[in-house]
């Protein structure tokens, strides 16, 4: 085909989508009637996108208020205060038609309004009187009809039509000129093209190029129009040569990615730097790749590669912190996109999973029929539990220590909810920095292990409520009942620093408890030691070992209760102690 002997070359470029039905919204009305009597009138009203209203205002020519007569000055005036939506379609004395278009994607307020006057009727001078006697006129009554019509920026689907136009016609390749034009307004709607290279269309000797209104170069991907994304489908193009017509066509797809078991309760779409969610159970969100649109031949194939990343307030950067699927960091195979492409059902994600819950920044790089790759951002954020669920999972796996539910209360109270906080509002893992060390994460304030408080604690303890449940209360039930086999108290719970009996090299026991009682020559109990609503008593369901464990998992430097062998009583260290938990 040689495009020099075209006489005339026509290019209409359709696109095609399973979602591009539209039609306009039911028109609005509003009739407004002002009298001397009745002046003054308004409208105010929500405008969607390609909706029509129509204001007809009646203007009565005159009117009696009280004992006076009132005529209409002068044509009345119409006045579009901003913006452009209202047209005047009738302007005449008494009649005044105005009427909104809203063609805007954008959200604004347009308002418009007739004025207009009457005049009071002169007295009429009867004979013998004079003009002096007449009564005052009462002054004139201003009339004033008032609309206001405001548009939303909300979700709108588009029928977008790209129109074609040959700039010049010279030996291959032809180029042709690209602009948008929405074909409910005729209106031409600016373009933000993705791509940056140009792809090869057949025939050979057309190539494409964007009109000057775009930015970079037309590729597999359509744009965005005013920040929301176009349908996808199929452009075809196609024009004329003699007797001959051929149909080459180009072909835009697109990746949607959904979160099958999303919080709001039924498949959700995640867009560009939206967000996935743990969900309050917890589960890890069911991640699915869609292409649009529907329909799609089965030849038509996809790889993809998914890579998560988090970044810890300290100790970033380590490597169970980053998450490639698949665990090469290479994208898949090639699989047909004419079937949802489930994520969650990757081998290496499910291998991931059992690793430990994780979250973070993600990215989805994907590539259609071996474009080039393109790529989708999103952050995989968690839900906290219900406290309900939380205090029974404690509850049931709280190793004969009662009141760990309240340790957890105090630990991660007054964020997103009341108690029982492993994420912030926003999602990001829940974080405190301490003095040294990591810091803690999540329901217990997670910091290192049971045996090292320096240890990096594994993410999952950081993205999944659960285990940080069982992490912390490790921790609590190790600080309580640790009993080093070699006597070390220093390394002991607070079981041990209380009744360690083992001898030190002075001959005294290592054991507050055996302390007193070698001192004094009997048993000497612990006094009672309130904190808040709770007493730790000898007598009682709480004794003070149960103080001392609850400082220990705060880091407590000296130990809440201690015989004074000097003074010969108990002290007690209470700066920093963090023990009026609430047994509630």
Not at 193 to 213: C, M
Request: with cysteine.
């Amino acid at each position: 085909m040689n495009p020099l002997k075209k006489t005339f070359i026509s290019i209409l470029f359709l696109l095609t989508t399973t979602v591009l039905a539209h039609s306009a919204p039911s028109p609005l009305s509003k009739n407004m009637g002002l009298s001397p009597a009745s002046p003054n009138d308004n409208w105010s009203f929500n405008i969607l996108y390609l909706q029509t209203a129509t204001l007809t205002v009646t203007i009565s020519e005159s009117g009696t208020v009280g004992a006076h007569t009132y005529r209409l000055a002068a044509n009345p005036n119409i006045s579009i205060d901003s913006g452009t939506f209202w047209t005047t379609v009738t302007d005449n004395r008494n009649t005044k038609v105005v009427k909104a278009t809203n063609l805007s994607l954008n959200q604004q307020t347009d308002s418009v309004s007739v004025s207009c006057t009457w005049n009071p009727d002169p007295p009429q001078l009867s004979s013998g009187t004079a003009e002096s006697a007449l009564p005052s006129l009462p002054p004139p009554i201003s009339g004033l009809a008032f609309a206001s019509a405001q548009s939303s920026e909300g979700d709108t689907i588009w029928e977008i039509t790209p129109v074609i136009a040959p700039s010049k016609q010279v030996s291959p390749p032809i180029q042709w000129e690209v602009s948008v034009v929405d074909t409910n307004s005729g209106n031409k709607i600016p373009v933000t093209w993705s791509a940056a290279t140009q792809e090869a269309v057949s025939p050979s000797d057309i190539s494409w190029q964007v009109g000057p209104s775009s930015s970079g170069l037309l590729n597999t991907y359509a744009g965005t129009v005013n920040s929301q994304e176009p349908s996808k489908g199929k452009i075809k193009a196609t024009y004329e040569q003699s007797q001959t017509t051929t149909s080459p066509e180009l072909s835009f797809y697109g990746v949607r990615l959904y979160q099958v078991n999303h919080p709001d309760g039924s498949s959700t779409e995640i867009p560009d730097s939206g967000k996935a969610w743990i969900t309050k159970d917890p589960e890890m969100p069911q991640l699915q790749i869609k292409v649009s649109p529907d329909n799609l031949p089965s030849n038509l194939t996809i790889s993809w590669k998914l890579q998560v990343t988090y970044n810890r307030p300290i100790n970033s950067g380590l490597p169970q912190d980053t998450v490639s699927i698949p665990a090469n960091g290479q994208f898949t195979s090639p699989v047909s996109c004419a079937q949802p492409i489930n994520i969650f059902q990757h081998a290496d994600w499910s291998q991931a999973v059992n690793t430990g819950f994780f979250g973070g920044t993600a990215t989805l790089t994907y590539s259609i029929g071996g474009s080039p790759a393109q790529s989708v951002s999103f952050t995989i954020a968690g839900k906290n539990p219900d406290p309900s669920q939380a205090r029974s999972y404690i509850d049931q796996n709280n190793q004969g220590i009662s009141y760990a539910y309240a340790i957890a209360k105090h630990e991660s109270k007054g964020y997103a909810q009341a108690y029982y906080n492993q994420f912030e509002n926003s999602g990001i893992p829940l974080h405190h920095e301490d003095d040294t060390g990591p810091g803690g994460f999540g329901v217990f304030q997670v910091t290192g292990s049971a045996t090292d408080n320096e240890y990096k604690i594994p993410r999952k303890e950081i993205w999944n409520w659960r285990e940080n449940i069982v992490a912390g209360i490790n921790i609590v039930s190790a600080k309580r009942n640790y009993w080093s086999t070699i006597g070390e108290e220093h390394r002991s719970g607070a079981l041990a620093w209380m009744n360690m009996t083992n001898l030190n090299p002075k001959g005294i026991p290592k054991g507050q408890r055996p302390q007193a009682n070698l001192q004094m020559g009997t048993t000497v109990p612990v006094p009672d030691e309130t904190q808040g609503a709770l007493t730790f008593s000898d007598s009682g369901n709480f004794k003070i070992e149960e103080a001392v464990t609850i400082k220990m998992y705060n880091g407590a430097s000296a130990h809440y209760c201690a015989w004074d062998n000097i003074g010969q009583v108990w002290k007690f260290n209470r700066t920093r102690s963090n023990v009026k938990i609430t047994l509630i």
